[in-house]
């Protein structure tokens, strides 16, 4: 009996754990995205108002960059986002009814959002907007191949970034599903040794 007490307060204090560090990481991740979009719009304005052309050929590096360090970061809520679901499903069998719901709402919350769509869209316009502005100031200035080298190098990025993105939204089941089937095998080990 004292084990099994032990074994519900692990899985009680990693679920709480997860919560914490979730909520922790989300609103680090929106300050910094926040911030770096603000210092890259705020770059853009000086560049355009006075004519300081150096700023675009950083400013659609910088835009990738700052995407990349929030899919960075996203993955990482994800992940924990799977593993706090498997939790979720141990604390549930072990009360023997479904109390703890929250991942199972996210993820029903997150399929039917129409604003993700939209945030998107805005995100990609203002990209595509920013970076033609500033390859179109980098070739008036700096000519042809300095514009292709920027273009190149921040295809390349927007190339990892996809790769990026796509892993992040595959990660919450990889994450779940590798967690199920450790609880399955070391039960399936446990159940041998006896």
Not at 12 to 21: D, S
Not at 143 to 169: D, F, P, Q
Request: proline share 2%; charged share 20%.
């Amino acid at each position: 009996m004292p084990e099994k007490k032990l074994y519900e307060d692990v899985l009680l204090h990693e679920y709480e754990r997860m919560c914490e560090e979730i909520r922790t990481v989300e609103s680090n991740n929106e300050k910094v995205i926040a911030f770096g979009l603000s210092i890259i719009t705020a770059a853009f304005t000086i560049g355009v108002a006075q004519h300081v052309v150096q700023i675009f050929l950083i400013i659609p590096l910088a835009l990738v960059g700052v995407f990349l360090y929030a899919t960075l970061l996203y993955t990482y809520v994800f992940s924990m986002g799977g593993y706090k679901a498997y939790l979720e499903d141990r604390l549930n069998e072990r009360l023997g009814e479904r109390v703890l719901l929250w991942e199972r709402l996210v993820q029903i919350r997150q399929a039917k959002n129409p604003i993700r769509p939209a945030l998107v869209a805005i995100y990609l316009l203002i990209g595509i907007i920013l970076g033609a502005v500033s390859e179109a100031f980098v070739e008036v200035h700096y000519g042809l191949y300095a514009m292709l080298a920027v273009a190149l190098v921040t295809l390349a990025l927007l190339y990892v970034l996809l790769v990026s993105i796509a892993r992040m939204w595959r990660i919450y089941k990889i994450v779940y599903d590798a967690a199920t089937a450790d609880f399955k095998a070391s039960n399936q080990t446990a159940a041998t040794n006896l």
